[in-house]
């Protein structure tokens, strides 16, 4: 019973690079998220899909991409990482019916 | 935007039962309470969800008054493995609430032996 996996737990960056968060499901869930995490914060929304082929900005965008090909999967891509992008990141899901959101374990990332 | 107020921390000894109170003064009508739990290094999980009077399941209480402008997570005889932080969310269930569903920085509650 995986849930929600998120892939790499930890990374590391030089400014400038590019990278993609994965992020994969097998509960069939409509909607899927990106969250941002800073230290002594709540999390905040980066982008958003509720369904394959629609995505939508949350609170925080600038700086990420999101795309949705498949139900399961849902990455994020850091574009040109900065310093302000060092963070803990969770994806998660839930289904249409229930207001329910299932997490995963993070990707806790460093950009230098 | 529905905004909710938590206190920043608390602190309890174990055994006993913990209250921690949300207040969400702008709640819609179609707005349900979520409450998640998070430890260090995890995603949040899951706790109870209400929309008015009292939910109970195996791992808590929620208390929400019929003006629904504020809500109360009770955990009953803590132990020290109840130490994260809870996080209350108010917002919609369909797609259009979606994007307004916030997480502010939650409660902090630290079981002290």
């Known amino acids: 019973n995986a849930g929600v996996t998120q892939t790499p737990k930890f990374q590391v960056l030089k400014t400038g690079q590019s990278m993609t968060l994965q992020c994969a499901q097998d509960m069939n869930h409509e909607y899927m998220s990106w969250y941002r995490q800073d230290p002594g914060m709540g999390l905040r929304l980066i982008h958003y899909s509720v369904g394959a082929g629609i995505t939508d900005q949350g609170e925080v965008p600038n700086g990420y991409n999101v795309s949705r090909s498949t139900t399961e999967d849902f990455p994020l891509r850091l574009l040109s990482a900065a310093p302000s992008q060092t963070s803990v990141y969770f994806c998660?899901?839930?289904?249409?019916?229930?207001?329910?959101?299932?997490f995963g374990a993070g990707t806790r990332l460093s950009v230098l | 935007l529905a905004k909710t107020t938590q206190p920043i921390s608390m602190d309890s000894y174990e055994g006993q039962e913990v209250n921690i109170t949300c207040s969400h003064n702008?709640?819609?009508?179609?707005?349900?309470i979520t409450w998640y739990q998070q430890f260090p290094s995890q995603g949040p999980r899951f706790i109870i969800q209400?929309?008015?009077t009292k939910v109970t399941n195996e791992v808590a209480s929620l208390f929400i008054p019929a003006d629904r402008k504020s809500s109360t997570l009770s955990l009953p005889r803590v132990s020290l493995s109840d130490t994260a932080v809870y996080y209350c969310l108010v917002g919609r269930g369909d797609s259009g609430g979606y994007q307004k569903v916030t997480f502010g920085t939650g409660t902090k509650l630290q079981v002290i032996p």
């Open positions: 998660a899901s839930r289904p249409v019916a229930k207001n329910i959101q299932y």
């Open positions: 702008n709640i819609a009508t179609n707005d349900y």
């Open positions: 209400g929309y008015k």
